[in-house]
């Protein structure tokens, strides 16, 4: 049992790791100690001096001596005191110190009102300054499009650069000077290139980085209305906190979540949500009749009846669903057309690879790790996947994987694991191995021992001559040079000398052979007794959902649709431009009713006979599936018809359930969010652990609903107090349990995965998490950190598989691999204006060597034709990139997803 004493009282510390050091001891245990340098993830370097505590040697010490806590390791019987007269002047004076230089502009400070550096200076009560002497003046640096620089208000606390430099492994910043003159920077201004740079924003402890995206729609944070939600750019799910004001979405914030993203987000994650914000996103119902608009005044009643006579003259009535729609929307438009006239909306390729993760997942014989596990295994191997773009967050916990070695040696060698110099000094030579295979160079070779670029089929013969070599039960590999078989030795030693192997492979590269591979190394690791972990990444947030309910691809159905019937087709949430080649859309447009349902104001929904405005991700409530088949709720930010009372907007599951009802005559019985769950796993029995993803609409604190804007908040009136003086009552709540306002529970302490805004007594900056996230109370009724499909489930065991693809050989034709970029790839941000504005044109990618014989330079374009469809590219050069592949930014603006794993027959240079 270890006990301390902290003026005068006894604390167990039982619960807490023998190497915590002090600082973290005493927030963990609600006590209020200031401090700057110290972060849960960072660790610990002394710099500030603000966590200064007293400690005795024995009872009888009446003097003791000042330690910083940041610094100190707990031990068994320590006599400790924050509140003696020394530690407390001590202290404020150092406060008074950092504070000198520190402008007074707290008023015009972004970082106002949820400032660390505010809540330290009243916690240490200085509210006094002497200093009367100039002010010391830095420039400001442009640093891109999302951050803004205020080099004034930094406390040299250094937390920028160990973040940006030693965990996300920047190269593009650092610190400058000697003493007390310092500059935290680039070597001259320009954009970081770190895809993690936004978490400066919440690193820093004062205004020196902020938002530059919420600058522009600007509000305290007391004025702001939060949600706790889940980032919808790629198959991760990280946890997010959302805030609006007057009907604007206004910044995104990280919400911390121990498995999954921690104390980070990406840069996508953090600064794409400006397409809830677009001028011409969708607010009423359109109806196109012989191509002219007639959408002036169409009343919900009209619009239902409309689709009513579509659907009773229509031969079929199919529906294409979403990977970006939630489960409840998804199953909705199901329940309207039938099962077999159900598409998950993938293409055949995507929906091949879907459903092979799908069946790999649910044998339940290889662990799927979630992003925070990751960075627990001693050896990785990637196949294909280009994680810094497609997932970046599991990157940066690869990352933390391959550093991870270091902090084992330095545990050996008496450093503690807070100690970040003393890790840092260990960690140049010592890391944990990763291997990558790719198609071009990777941005993660800078940590990798070895990346085998290679075509993506000879990528998939390497993972199966792995684990061949791991198992005799997989099949050979024949036809290997000599040069890959050592490299296969190779990495078959690593992987057995390791504890914990992970493989990650996943459906971006368009290869069922590539995922095949990684389950064949999987399971030969299995096999032989390794803790061995498997991720399967996916495009989407929600594609191994969708791909639950539904394994019939868009072409599949869509094929199936003859010109000669009258047919009928529902899209929900779901561009099918973007998906399939232009031609092809107008082709079965001609002859195809179509009804649009989505919040965005895509080509199809200008196209569309009828088109439904939905609510988005922030304006709705409901349920995704990752890809560790975790099921995960995004909640209602707010509601967008409360500030604009004239727009039409419905969730989709009841744009859907409204057509259902009047359809077959029936009474409305989705009535909430709750009832569209209850239905959903009535049907689909797998999904039953859905309901369990967060607590229903009737959970309450104390009978309070949870509060969605901070007890600060200027109240409900004050709103919309220059239009109308009369109170506005604010809108019911039916499918959450969070009150839009400030009147309800903020208890911390009993919801703390809900609540949707940082804070707790005193402590208004996102460090209130820091304080008291590693306390354990009694969530039982919160069951959502983990809750998984098919958790339950006999495990299912899968055989090795046993068709090996033959080697790669260059014809007179091209293969399409897919180049994909962090911002622009994704659907929703490249809709986002401070991303659109600043991302550069994208372009195709072709062998250096035979990019010459085309007489083709840098700077010039090419063009090709698939299926009379011409597309034109700025050309790039790579000396990597194989002879016979061509790689296109898949997924970018006017790039349709089914151009993955194509042939093309014919490049030309544009001469145009």
């Known amino acids: 049992m270890m006990i301390i004493f902290i003026d005068g009282k006894k604390y167990n510390v039982d619960d807490f790791n023998k190497l915590d050091n002090l600082l973290h001891v005493f927030l963990s245990l609600g006590i209020d100690i200031p401090y700057f340098c110290w972060h849960p993830e960072l660790g610990s370097v002394g710099s500030c001096r603000q966590c200064a505590i007293k400690i005795y040697d024995s009872l009888d010490d009446q003097k003791g001596r000042i330690i910083m806590s940041c610094m100190t390791p707990v031990q068994d019987g320590l006599i400790l005191s924050m509140k003696d007269d020394e530690s407390i002047l001590f202290r404020k004076s150092i406060l008074e110190l950092l504070m000198t230089n520190h402008p007074h502009d707290c008023p015009v400070c972004e970082e106002g009102g949820h400032c660390h550096l505010q809540d330290m200076t009243v916690l240490n009560n200085h509210f006094i300054r002497r200093y009367r002497f100039n002010k010391r003046t830095h420039f400001n640096q442009y640093l891109g499009p999302f951050l803004s620089h205020n080099m004034n208000r930094c406390i040299s606390c250094y937390r920028c650069v160990r973040y940006y430099k030693d965990y996300a492994d920047g190269q593009d910043f650092g610190v400058y000077g000697v003493s007390s003159n310092l500059y935290f920077g680039r070597i001259e201004s320009g954009v970081l290139e770190n895809n993690f740079s936004g978490n400066l924003v919440e690193i820093c402890p004062t205004g020196v980085f902020t938002d530059k995206s919420h600058s522009g729609n600007y509000s305290r944070k007391w004025d702001m209305q939060y949600a706790p939600s889940i980032c919808q750019h790629c198959s991760i799910g990280c946890n997010i906190s959302a805030a609006e004001r007057y009907g604007v979405l206004r910044k995104i914030d990280n919400r911390f979540h121990e498995k999954i993203n921690n104390y980070f987000i990406c840069d996508r994650g953090r600064f794409s949500y400006g397409y809830s914000n677009l001028k011409d996103r969708p607010k009423k119902i359109q109806q196109i009749k012989n191509k002219i608009n007639i959408s002036s005044n169409i009343t919900i009643e009209t619009v239902i009846k409309e689709i009513i006579n579509m659907i009773d003259n229509s031969s079929r009535v199919i529906g294409i669903g979403s990977s970006r729609a939630s489960i409840e929307s998804n199953y909705a438009l199901q329940k309207l057309v039938g099962s077999k006239n159900f598409s998950n909306g993938m293409t055949k390729l995507e929906n091949d690879c879907v459903q092979l993760s799908l069946k790999i997942l649910n044998s339940g014989e290889i662990h799927s790790p979630s992003l925070k596990e990751i960075e627990n295994y001693d050896s990785i191997i990637i196949l294909g996947e280009d994680v810094n773009e497609v997932a970046p967050m599991v990157a940066l916990s690869i990352r933390q994987a391959v550093k991870k070695y270091a902090t084992q040696v330095a545990l050996s060698k008496g450093i503690n694991k807070w100690n970040s110099l003393g890790i840092y000094n260990v960690e140049n030579k010592n890391k944990h191995p990763l291997f990558i295979t790719s198609a071009d160079k990777s941005a993660l070779n800078d940590i990798a021992e070895y990346n085998y670029i290679a075509p993506i089929i000879d990528q998939s013969r390497l993972g199966f001559a792995i684990a061949h ?147 988005n991700f922030f304006e709705s409530s409901g349920t995704v599936i990752n890809y560790e088949l975790r099921s995960q709720r995004f909640f209602q930010v707010y509601d967008p018809t409360f500030n604009q009372p004239d727009v039409i907007v419905l969730e989709s599951w009841k744009w859907l359930h409204f057509i259902k009802c009047k359809l077959y005559n029936q009474s409305i019985q989705w009535f909430s969010l709750d009832n569209v769950i209850d239905d959903c796993i009535l049907d689909f029995e797998f999904l039953k652990n859905i309901k369990n993803a967060a607590p229903d609409a009737s959970f309450r604190i104390n009978g309070q609903k949870i509060a969605r804007s901070p007890h600060r908040c200027s109240g409900r009136t004050a709103v919309f107090s220059n239009q109308n003086i009369h109170e506005l009552s604010q809108p019911n709540d039916h499918n959450t349990m969070f009150s839009f306002s400030m009147e309800g529970s903020d208890q911390l302490n009993q919801s703390s995965e809900y609540i949707p805004f940082n804070w707790s007594p005193g402590w208004n900056s996102v460090q209130s998490s820091y304080k008291s996230v590693h306390v354990k109370y009694d969530l039982n009724q919160f069951s959502n950190i983990d809750v998984f499909v098919f958790k339950s489930n006999i495990e299912k065991k899968i055989d090795f598989f046993t068709r090996i693809p033959i080697s790669f050989v260059p014809y007179s034709h091209w293969i399409v691999v897919p180049y994909y970029f962090i911002l622009g790839s994704d659907e929703l941000s490249q809709k986002s204006e401070v991303i659109k504005n600043h991302i550069p044109e994208f372009y195709a990618v072709l062998n250096f060597k035979y990019a010459i014989e085309l007489n083709l330079k840098q700077g010039d374009k090419i063009k090709f034709y698939f299926k009379k469809e011409i597309f034109v590219f700025l050309v790039h050069f790579s000396d990597f990139l194989n002879h016979g592949q061509i790689g296109i930014p898949i997924g970018t603006p006017n790039v349709p997803l089914c151009l993955l794993g194509q042939e093309i027959n014919k490049l030309q240079k544009d001469t145009i």
């Open 469 to 615: 070599e791991l198992d005799s039960q997989s099949l050979k590999v024949d036809n290997l040079d000599d040069s890959v078989l050592k490299l296969v030795k190779h990495i078959v030693q690593i992987l057995l000398d390791s504890k914990k192997p992970l493989i990650i492979s996943g459906c971006n590269s368009g290869s069922v052979s590539l995922i095949q591979a990684a389950f064949n190394i999987a399971k030969a690791l299995h096999n032989r007794g390794l803790n061995v972990g498997l991720s399967l990444l996916s495009s989407n947030v929600n594609s191994f959902g969708v791909g639950l309910l539904s394994k019939i691809s868009i072409d599949t159905l869509l094929d199936q649709c003859s010109s000669n019937e009258n047919n009928t087709m529902i899209v929900l949430e779901h561009d099918l431009y973007r998906t399939l080649l232009s031609n092809q859309v107008d082709y079965f447009l001609k002859y195809i009713n179509c009804i649009v349902i989505d919040h965005q104001n895509t080509k199809l929904f200008k196209n569309g006979c009828i088109s439904l405005p939905t609510s």
